[in-house]
């Protein structure tokens, strides 16, 4: 077991991938990754990456860099559970740029929709966190979920009434929580 990431790990990964990697390409931060730069959390168990275009010679120096961090670096996002959400490049929030590498927050409106739609309880202080710092807002979340609703059916292992009924849960617990 790795030691937990903080923001200057993570930092120095992105750093050290953008100093190591032979081409240019994009990296999208997910998850704990984004909530330690953000800095709602102060660290993570692992580092949730989304490589797309992949920047050549990426796994090699993931492989180094984790060893040499001591940290855990994951290739994981939101479409690998939940339908990818229209435009969520265009979404994502850029970082920085190191070497010929760009860094991202992967959508936020995904994420969160990942988030509810798992239900865990870090997983939902999360989505609540990015409500509360403006990354997200009810209307437009429900906008999204509506967007991704018709290919759900690809997911098998998500039922649509009960992710529909988590995400309706959920705005409506953060629309209450705002009224106080």
Do not use: C
Not at 53 to 78: Q, R, S, T, Y
Not at 132 to 155: K, T
């Amino acid at each position: 077991m790795r030691a937990a990431s903080d923001a200057t790990k993570i930092e120095r990964l992105m750093q050290g991938i953008g100093r190591l990697a032979k081409g240019p390409g994009r990296v999208y931060l997910v998850g704990g990754a984004s909530a330690v730069m953000i800095g709602w959390r102060p660290t993570t168990v692992d580092a949730d990456l989304k490589l797309d275009p992949e920047p050549e010679g990426v796994f090699d120096a993931i492989a180094k860099l984790k060893g040499e961090l001591d940290m855990n670096v994951e290739l994981a996002a939101p479409d690998d559970f939940i339908p990818p959400l229209p435009g969520w490049k265009e979404r994502s929030r850029f970082i920085a740029r190191h070497g010929q590498v760009d860094f991202f927050h992967y959508d936020f409106y995904a994420q969160a929709l990942a988030k509810i739609e798992r239900g865990h309880t870090m997983d939902l202080e999360d989505a609540r966190q990015m409500t509360v710092r403006g990354l997200i807002d009810m209307v437009e979340l429900a906008r999204r979920f509506d967007a991704i609703a018709p290919d759900i059916v690809r997911y098998p292992a998500i039922d649509p009434d009960a992710f529909r009924a988590k995400v309706e849960g959920f705005a409506g617990d953060m629309v209450h929580a705002k009224a106080r």
